[in-house]
DNA sequence: CCTATTATGGACCTGTGATGTCCATAATAT
DNA sequence: ATATTATGGACATCACAGGTCCATAATAGG
């Protein structure tokens, strides 16, 4: 039950994509510097944000990548989902044992809760638990992220007064 | 990103073990039958819900299981952990490089946020978003599923009447 | 047109953890 | 004493995270 490591990578390259002072397309080898990663696998997990559309690349000389869209278009959960997958985090194994062997524990001839969908109540509560997580994860945007960074006073050195 | 199978029995298991018509200790044969899972991979989910003091288990004939606290003072939560473990699901890989680097560029002498304790941003968000679902999961007890399942006229059967 | 640069996708490798099985041992009731 | 039941260790298997390497395509600059 861990996020994987490309989640962490690529929220932190879109994080650095975000920057105020960038110029167009940021190429590989900044980023996967920036981040201690190789080019290699960088490279894979860029290409799956581009094949979901958070950025667009640009290959060749000073090629490279940038936004797709404006950063506080690109929730948490856009970044976790393209990761990670959309599957669910709970499933319980064998809906007809399950929930219906505790529903209607010896085969009485009701049809186990046709109309609501034999919904497993286990399942039910975990996915519960799962939409409170992604909701969370949607109110917080990568333009979010940077503006905090910014308030609490980083980047001034950038801007090489 | 998903929950092991072995939550998905541990949850169904308790459940059972606290349902209302309990002769006292109910054996692996049962529980594997009912969750349709070798005995030999449920007593090791049983031992491990054993060491962390949610079931009392006794050896020996007539032997098995039962709920070592209240029902409804077994939440999902501590279900989980016991079998996903305590650690947190997402952790920065490594802190000195990347809040660092985003927050004070290039080495301007402060120090970064020395108080605050150098907290990762993407981490922090990721942090909150985990507590938003412990909060549920806390929320959520065997005996409130068992409630529901009641509720909706599930084990009448089990009363032969 | 030629070359250097940069992204892409396929093939491959490795370690780890989830999911089980099997067996010897200990404890308990009859 | 014997049957029953839980426990723990040792293994086996398999999928997947995490990562490398290389051939190919696209693009900019000379």
């Not at 950063?71 to 194994?93: H, K, N, P, T, Y």
């Amino acid at each position: 039950m861990q996020y994987s490591k490309s989640t962490d990578y690529a929220l932190h390259a879109l994080l650095h994509l975000a920057r105020p002072e960038l110029r167009n397309n940021v190429g590989i080898k900044e980023l996967s510097g920036m981040l201690e990663v190789s080019e290699s696998y960088l490279s894979k997990i860029m290409s799956k944000l581009r094949q979901d559309g958070l950025v667009r690349a640009v290959p060749g000389a000073n090629g490279g990548y940038e936004l797709a869209r404006p950063a506080e278009d690109i929730s948490f959960l856009d970044v976790v989902q393209v990761i990670e997958g959309r599957q669910q985090m709970f499933e319980c194994s064998n809906s007809r044992s399950r929930q219906h062997r505790l529903l209607a524990e010896e085969e009485d001839g009701r049809e186990p809760a046709p109309s609501r969908g034999s919904e497993c109540l286990v399942e039910k509560v975990m996915n519960g638990a799962e939409q409170q997580l992604h909701q969370y994860l949607r109110e917080h945007t990568i333009q979010s992220v940077l503006d905090e960074a910014l308030q609490r006073g980083g980047f001034q050195a950038a801007k090489k007064r």
